[in-house]
């Protein structure tokens, strides 16, 4: 028997309609063996609500963000690896109803998506971006952090119709831990000079020393 008080604690939210909740959690595999509902209309609802509430939430976070560091972590965000990891690190996972086999990190993700679309449709867009932003917060902080550790990435973006060249200069110190050297040049101009444990750690130096300088 489907424990709707249990899941209901553990998203904080209380359904006006329990069947949707229940529904939410149903793969196919169990509503074609036993009949009744899955949670693939959900899904595909919930995929699009979460790509909105995350660009919104995006926006307000980073106003002064360009549009190509917006999708890159929006796309962090909204993949499967990471909304599968908050469904097993809530245990939304113990609550999935599978006719045979075993859930996939595509199930998992799909479940996270199908109860943002069910949150939606019962209790409106507030209660699903509540949901939605409490769940993915770390995902989000993450997501930025690591965006902004990409000084390469944001050096194209920032330069994109310079001629940007890395050349390897070599390397130094021991063959066990080897550090690497890298020079940056803008049309043909040395702007920076760099050093890592690997080369693209040294360009990444390099492109930070870029940013900057220039």
């Known amino acids: ?12 939210y209380t359904f006006k309609d329990a069947e949707i909740l229940e529904r939410a959690f149903t793969h196919s595999s169990y509503s074609h063996t036993r009949g ?11 995929d699009s609500i979460i790509d909105f509430l995350i660009a919104e939430e995006l926006c307000r ?7 190509g560091a917006l999708t890159k972590m929006r796309g962090a965000i909204v993949s499967s690896a990471p909304l599968a990891a908050i469904v097993r690190k809530k245990g939304y996972d113990k609550y999935i109803k599978m006719g045979f086999g075993s859930p996939s990190e595509k199930i998992f993700s799909d479940i996270f998506e199908s109860l ?20 993915l917060d770390g995902v989000i902080a993450q997501a930025a952090e690591n965006c902004k550790k990409d000084y390469k990435t944001a050096l194209y973006e920032k330069y994109p119709d310079r001629n940007i ?8 110190g021991e063959k066990h831990s080897p550090i690497f050297e890298v020079e940056l040049y803008l049309d043909g101009a ?6 890592g444990g690997n080369k693209k750690a040294a360009q990444q130096e390099c492109a930070k020393a870029a940013l900057k300088n220039n």
């Open 1 to 12: 028997m489907f424990d709707f008080d249990g899941i209901q604690t553990l998203i904080g």
């Open 36 to 46: 009744g509902k899955n949670y693939q209309r959900l899904e595909f609802l919930g």
């Open 61 to 67: 976070r980073y106003p002064d963000a360009e549009e």
């Open 116 to 135: 943002c679309g069910a949150i939606y449709l019962d209790g409106g867009i507030d209660r699903a971006r509540e949901f939605a932003l409490n769940d």
């Open 165 to 172: 060249r890395f050349v390897d200069i070599g390397q130094k």
């Open 190 to 195: 040395l702007v920076a000079r760099g050093s």
